[in-house]
């Protein structure tokens, strides 16, 4: 028996790629991900908050400052990073935006250079003679495609680019639901009968556990080994932990 030499998915891999498929995947609007504003709110949102409890615990301060200053520093530094995320991508719109504008003036000022550089960037793709004036010609012969060509290949501009909103509200949610995870221990302490006898350390593991899987999580996403993108995270948010805690132990005589 002869072994098949074809790869396992390669069939669902050809339906796929149907002249019919294509054409509906390239007509489709452009979709964005929104995993770099997630990761970013998260690992933030559990670094910033035990950082404050390391600080808080390191000058021994007692279980209810911790918990106001990490609830404190979730709402307030929270909605700070997601305004950030939101002003700093509506910015990238705006640049955008401009270049555009900078282009389609440049195309209306001085056409013969603004060929020219389409014929410049063309030619070192490869394309020469006859087959390089006429991919000139097409590309020039509609404004919006030169602007588009231009942005893309002169400027190295996406064309579109994520919702400033979704990536604000996806940065506050993910700082939120992760940056909760290291005054757990201490709000269960607060309010129920049944204490925790080191909550800080219950809280250093939970938080360590939350680093651990977000790092995992994003490996599903990217082309990494979950274990590897774990320890990564992991690594990076016990760091500032680390160095939170120093201070508080430092300047722990003047509390």
């Given at each position: 028996m002869v072994p098949s030499t074809t790869a396992p998915g390669s069939d669902d891999l050809a339906a796929s790629h149907t002249p019919e498929l294509i054409h509906e995947r390239l007509a489709a609007p452009a979709t964005h991900s929104y995993l770099r504003d997630f990761v970013y709110g998260a690992i933030d949102g559990a670094v910033t908050t035990f950082a404050v409890v390391s600080g808080v615990a390191g000058a021994g301060?007692?279980?209810?400052?911790?918990?106001?200053?990490?609830?404190?520093?979730?709402?307030?530094?929270?909605?700070?990073?997601?305004?950030?995320?939101?002003?700093?991508?509506?910015?990238?719109?705006?640049?955008?935006?401009?270049?555009?504008?900078?282009?389609?003036?440049?195309?209306?000022?001085?056409?013969?250079?603004?060929?020219?550089?389409?014929?410049?960037?063309?030619?070192?793709?490869?394309?020469?003679?006859?087959?390089?004036?006429?991919?000139?010609?097409?590309?020039?012969?509609?404004?919006?495609?030169?602007?588009?060509?231009?942005?893309?290949?002169?400027?190295g501009l996406p064309l579109e680019g994520p919702s400033a909103l979704r990536a604000a509200i996806m940065t506050f949610i993910a700082f939120i639901v992760v940056g909760l995870i290291p005054l757990l221990a201490f709000i269960f302490n607060s309010v129920s009968s049944v204490e925790i006898a080191n909550p800080y350390a219950a809280s250093t593991l939970l938080t360590a556990f939350a680093f651990f899987l977000v790092g995992a999580s994003k490996s599903w996403f990217v082309d990494q080994s979950w274990y590897r993108a774990g320890i990564e995270t992991l690594a990076i948010g016990g760091g500032a932990a680390v160095l939170a805690y120093g201070v508080g132990l430092l300047l722990g005589g003047i509390a």
């Open positions: 301060l007692s279980t209810g400052v911790i918990i106001v200053l990490g609830l404190a520093n979730l709402v307030g530094d929270g909605f700070s990073m997601a305004a950030s995320n939101y002003l700093g991508t509506k910015t990238e719109e705006e640049l955008r935006r401009k270049a555009r504008r900078v282009e389609e003036s440049h195309i209306t000022d001085y056409p013969e250079g603004e060929r020219e550089e389409i014929r410049q960037i063309f030619a070192i793709k490869g394309f020469e003679g006859d087959q390089l004036e006429g991919v000139v010609d097409v590309i020039t012969a509609d404004r919006k495609r030169w602007v588009d060509t231009m942005l893309v290949e002169e400027l």
